[in-house]
Every structure is written in structure tokens, then in C-alpha cells.
């Protein structure tokens, strides 16, 4: 998501944007599953801690879409 706005601010044009966005969605969830399991090694035992991780993972800038799939997957 800082990407896309940083893009956007410097005047790339949205469409160009999601189009190589959309390309690493992959790896944007692979990314995402890594640096969780890597931090946290364990599911959420409660919603405070599951938003925990989400917002561990949003600071990195991660989309709410893989937020939620990584956490869902845990």
C-alpha cells in the first residue's frame, strides 16, 4: 500500500500501478507468510493478539487482503 501511494504521489499513472502490483500478489503472500512465521512461529490464541500480528504486518506495509490470508492461514 506505501508503494502504490508513493507511486501515485509521484504521478505514475494508477493503471500501470496495479498492473505490476497485481504481479507480485504471489510473492507479497509469500513474503508476508515468511516474515509472520519467522516473528510470531504460532497462531493467534485471541483477537488482541491476532491483531497484533495484523498490525505487525500492516506496518510493513502489506495489503489487508494477504493480512488476512496469512492469519487465516495460521
Same mark, same amino acid.
Given at each position: 500500500?506505501?508503494?502504490?501511494?508513493? #507511486?501515485?504521489?509521484?504521478?505514475?499513472?494508477?493503471?500501470?500501478? +496495479?498492473?505490476?502490483?497485481? /504481479? *507480485? !500478489?504471489?510473492?507479497? =503472500? %509469500?513474503?508476508?507468510?515468511? #516474515?509472520?512465521?519467522?516473528?510470531?512461529?504460532?497462531?493467534?490464541? +485471541?483477537?488482541?493478539?491476532? /491483531? *497484533? !500480528?495484523?498490525?505487525? =504486518? %500492516?506496518?510493513?506495509?502489506?495489503?489487508?487482503?494477504?493480512?488476512?490470508?496469512?492469519?487465516?492461514? +495460521?
Amino acid at each position: 500500500m506505501r508503494l502504490r501511494h508513493e #507511486l501515485l504521489r509521484r504521478g505514475v499513472d494508477a493503471d500501470r500501478i +496495479d498492473a505490476a502490483l497485481s /504481479a *507480485r !500478489q504471489g510473492d507479497e =503472500l %509469500a513474503s508476508a507468510q515468511a #516474515l509472520w512465521h519467522k516473528r510470531f512461529k504460532s497462531p493467534a490464541t +485471541d483477537l488482541r493478539e491476532r /491483531a *497484533r !500480528q495484523a498490525r505487525f =504486518l %500492516a506496518a510493513r506495509g502489506f495489503s489487508h487482503d494477504v493480512i488476512r490470508r496469512v492469519l487465516a492461514c +495460521d
